[in-house]
Nanobody, 113 residues
Framework: VHLVESGGGLVQAGGSLRLSCAASGRIFSLNSMGWYRQAPGKQRELVAR???????NYADSVQGRFTISRTNAKNTVYLQMNSLKHEDAAVYYC????????WGQGTLVTVSS
């Protein structure tokens, strides 16, 4: 599996970003996918996940603000992030769920005042 995340950047608190993750491999449509994040000095955590059929689950900290979606035909998973907070600042990664030990480079989200 090869994963390439994009869409991060600098955004003001309260703003929005949409992250994308392109995954290689024919197994994409058969697997649950997740978005994870790692802030400085903290462990990587699961933010949201989506099943092959589109069922979703979110961490409490992002529930109601983030939306995960996927387009199986494009082997792509998205994370729409609204009402961003300072504590959302992190490097965001996508991976299968449960995660496998193959990580992309991630995409950095910075939230300013």
């Amino acid at each position: 599996v090869h994963l390439v995340e994009s869409g991060g950047g600098l955004v003001q608190a309260g703003g929005s970003l949409r992250l994308s993750c392109a995954a290689s491999g024919r197994i994409f449509s058969l697997n649950s996918m997740g978005w994870y994040r790692q802030a400085p000095g903290k462990q990587r955590e699961l933010v949201a996940r989506i099943t092959p059929g589109g069922s979703t689950n979110y961490a409490d900290s992002v529930q109601g603000r983030f939306t995960i979606s996927r387009t199986n035909a494009k082997n792509t998973v998205y994370l729409q992030m609204n009402s961003l907070k300072h504590e959302d600042a992190a490097v965001y990664y996508c991976n299968l769920w449960p995660a496998v030990e193959v990580w992309g480079q991630g995409t950095l989200v910075t939230v300013s005042s």
